[in-house]
């Protein structure tokens, strides 16, 4: 376990979260969720606490909480992931549950097209382990299966305010014929930021997510630069292709939008995490492949093949906003 005031495990920092709602992960089966639904629990925002908040069945909480159980078992909540993936590790996190936090909890797993049933085999990948008040427990996940779902059990009952499982999306490549075009950026495809130079406002890690922003903090804002220079961010692609067209969306951000923007590229293979600083480094002498464009408020920039300059191979892009700014989704088109 690590208390939230520690510093994050390596997973916790370079790895997608697959329960994340925001990416598409969806609750679908709780055994009670009478005080809080279970949806909460998967929402991006860290879970808040409100001292005057009450409902129908008494006092309001930000996550996922049962009755009190009276008799013999426990209660379990089933997640579909927002894509099958390999899972590195895992947040319970219990903020706010004081008093009616589970002292323990398990997780399990399974593979299916379907939602599992009474007849799915699931496979422990944590055992039961011990849970606090209002803490963030890190749990290091060593098996490296392929799951769609997972269970979580809590014992005997009570509040989670957040699930977050940290992993890589899983997808066959293989399967993805030659020249058909796929947003090799996106989270759910394995794309990631690795590396930026600011990001004081919003959440960066929406930058990748389906769909467009919600709002001007459901994407990537640096702060007011007052020296010379530019901001920028760096993203591993999901696999390595050769970019057709590039989607620069600025929704929501009007008096704060980039003034123009610019990509480069470099085909660095498959780079595990650690190497951030080498790779931005490296990163003043990729190839241009985006020159520079103007933006404008609260639009879809779409820039086809004829903006580009260059369409070589490349695993990791750089985008480059100038002087500063918002940007609230990235989409790299390209073939595999």
């Given at each position: 376990m690590v208390s939230s005031h520690e510093i994050l495990p390596e997973f916790a920092t370079n790895r997608i979260n697959l329960a994340s709602s925001g990416l598409g992960a969806q609750a679908?089966?709780?055994?009670?969720?009478?005080?809080?639904?279970?949806?909460?629990?998967?929402?991006?925002?860290?879970?808040?606490?409100?001292p005057d908040k009450y409902d129908d069945h008494g006092k309001w909480m930000d996550g996922w909480e049962s009755r009190r159980k009276r008799g013999p078992g426990h209660d379990f909540a089933v997640i579909?992931?927002?894509?099958?993936?390999?899972?590195?590790?895992?947040?319970?996190?219990?903020?706010?549950?004081?008093?009616?936090?589970?002292?323990?909890?398990?997780?399990?797993?399974?593979?299916?097209?379907?939602?599992?049933?009474?007849?799915?085999?699931?496979?422990?990948?944590?055992?039961?382990?011990?849970?606090?008040?209002s803490s963030n427990h890190f749990f290091v996940c060593t098996n490296r299966g392929v799951w769609t779902h997972l269970r979580l059990c809590i014992y005997p009952d009570g509040g989670i305010a957040r699930l977050r499982v940290y992993g890589e999306p899983w997808r066959d490549?293989?399967?993805?014929?030659?020249?058909?075009?796929?947003?090799?950026?996106?989270?759910?495809?394995?794309?990631?930021?690795?590396?930026?130079?600011?990001?004081?406002?919003?959440?960066?890690h929406r930058l990748l997510s389906p769909?467009?922003?919600?709002?001007?903090?459901?994407?990537?804002?640096?702060?007011?630069?007052?020296?010379?220079?530019?901001d920028w961010i760096i993203v591993q692609l999901g696999h390595p292709g050769q970019i057709s067209r590039v989607v620069v969306d600025t929704a929501h951000y009007k008096g704060n939008y980039p003034d123009r923007c610019s990509i480069h590229g470099a085909d660095l293979g498959l780079v595990s995490g650690g190497l951030s600083q080498s790779i931005v480094t490296s990163s003043m002498f990729w190839q241009e492949i985006l020159p520079q464009k103007n933006l404008s408020m609260d639009a879809v920039h779409d820039?086809?093949?004829?903006?580009?300059?260059?369409?070589?191979?490349?695993?990791?892009?750089?985008?480059?906003?100038?002087?500063?700014?918002?940007?609230?989704?990235?989409?790299?088109?390209g073939t595999i």
């Open positions: 679908i089966f709780a055994t009670d969720d009478f005080f809080a639904p279970v949806d909460r629990m998967l929402f991006d925002a860290p879970a808040v606490f409100i579909k992931l927002a894509a099958p993936g390999v899972i590195h590790g895992f947040d319970v996190d219990t903020s706010h549950f004081t008093g009616n936090y589970p002292p323990s909890c398990s997780i399990e797993a399974c593979t299916s097209e379907n939602e599992p049933t009474d007849a799915t085999v699931w496979s422990e990948l944590l055992p039961q382990s011990p849970l606090g008040p490549w293989s399967q993805i014929p030659v020249n058909e075009e796929v947003d090799l950026a996106s989270a759910l495809n394995g794309g990631r930021v690795v590396a930026y130079s600011d990001a004081h406002y919003g959440a960066l769909g467009r922003g919600i709002n001007m903090g459901d994407g990537w804002e640096t702060r007011r630069r007052r020296e010379p220079g530019n820039f086809s093949s004829s903006d580009l300059v260059s369409a070589s191979r490349v695993s990791h892009v750089r985008l480059n906003i100038f002087p500063d700014g918002g940007v609230s989704r990235l989409r790299i088109f």
